[in-house]
């Protein structure tokens, strides 16, 4: 059952990406053709950006289809952190566009070279922006239900991509109504600006997965797994820390167990335990606890039935909080 799922979010994420891959080109075509109608330098810098999205939108297509392999002798955790490397590569290239983009724009200012059939050209990028607002939203809605890393920042770029389009439309429309020829240049300047920022985040994010960076809604969504699934025996868990591959996450974590179990009995518990933690957590993934005893200290608060060490009353279970989870214990504890 487990493995059909697997398939079949595979199968949506990989025609997603020939998706991207399709349209991106398809609209890029469209800005070459409103840059030779115009010759404007803000159509110039929406069309470099598109170039952006073909590239990506094809690296894309190979990183889905890897990432999606599964782990092997090579590869124990599987091949999910070569999306972090996908979206660290568009990261990039957007950032290099945007230098493109801002030197070209000086060197059109510097000129002061006309734009021609504004209104032609309006229309044009106008489409193309509709055509990217569709695709930008389907890939982060495929990329957030299927957590691919790849498509979320193929999305967050193409929605940033329609803002730009936005943005040279008013500018466009600006140097219509007022014949004022600067604005054109002075427009993809900011197109330029706005677009390293856009780069520079995606690249930080996508850091942050290739180096394990803390994950707070990650954690949060595991906390609620954990504490959903909680029952006597299970007395608390700390030191917890998560590996993210891509859609795959590798938890490890101290879980303290009644220290009268024997090794067989603890084992089916913790399995058990586990099992029942990933199938509500809403990525893939495993669980490796290191088991401690309780050592007595947990009595307060630990409702196991009819213990045979109890040294205190049962008082109220405390809740799993991220803090709690995430925090050593001493081993005095």
């Not at 990989?14 to 053709?33: D, E, G, P, Q, Y």
């Not at 990432?67 to 999910?80: K, L, N, V, W």
């Not at 920042?153 to 929605?159: D, E, I, N, Q, R």
């Amino acid at each position: 059952m487990v493995t059909q799922s697997i398939s079949l979010s595979d199968k949506i994420r990989n025609r997603a990406a020939w998706i991207s891959a399709i349209a991106s080109i398809a609209i890029f075509a469209l800005k070459v053709a409103a840059y030779r109608m115009t010759g404007s330098a803000a159509v110039l810098s929406d069309a470099l950006e598109s170039i952006v999205n073909v590239v990506a939108s094809v690296v894309a297509l190979f990183v889905i289809r890897f990432s999606a392999q599964p782990a092997d002798r090579e590869h124990p955790y599987g091949h999910g952190k070569a999306e972090y490397f996908s979206a660290a590569f568009e990261g990039g290239l957007i950032f290099f566009a945007s230098l493109l983009i801002i030197y070209e724009s000086v060197k059109a200012l510097i000129s002061h070279t006309p734009p021609q059939k504004l209104e032609i050209g309006m229309v044009i990028v106008g489409v193309a922006a509709l055509l990217n607002l569709f695709l930008g939203l389907y890939l982060k809605q495929v990329g957030r239900k299927h957590h691919s890393e790849a498509l979320k920042a193929s999305g967050t770029h193409v929605l940033s991509d329609v803002i730009t389009t936005i943005g040279v439309i008013v500018g466009l429309g600006l140097v219509l109504l007022t014949d004022i020829q600067w604005i054109d240049p002075v427009i993809a300047i900011l197109i330029g600006l706005q677009l390293a920022w856009s780069g520079y985040k995606i690249i930080r994010e996508s850091m942050g997965g290739l180096l394990d960076e803390i994950s707070e809604s990650s954690l949060q969504k595991l906390r609620d797994a954990l504490e959903a699934n909680r029952r006597p025996g299970i007395i608390d868990i700390h030191q917890l820390r998560i590996m993210r591959n891509g859609r795959f996450h590798h938890v490890d974590a101290h879980l303290v167990v009644p220290e009268y179990w024997d090794i067989a009995k603890a084992h089916a518990e913790t399995l058990d335990f586990e099992k029942a933690v990933v199938r509500d957590y809403i990525f893939d993934g495993e669980l490796a606890f290191h088991l401690d005893p309780c050592k007595k200290s947990y009595c307060s608060e630990c409702d196991m039935p009819d213990c045979p060490i109890r040294l205190q009353p049962f008082q109220g279970r405390v809740p799993f909080t991220v803090k709690s989870l995430t925090e050593d214990v001493p081993e005095s504890n």
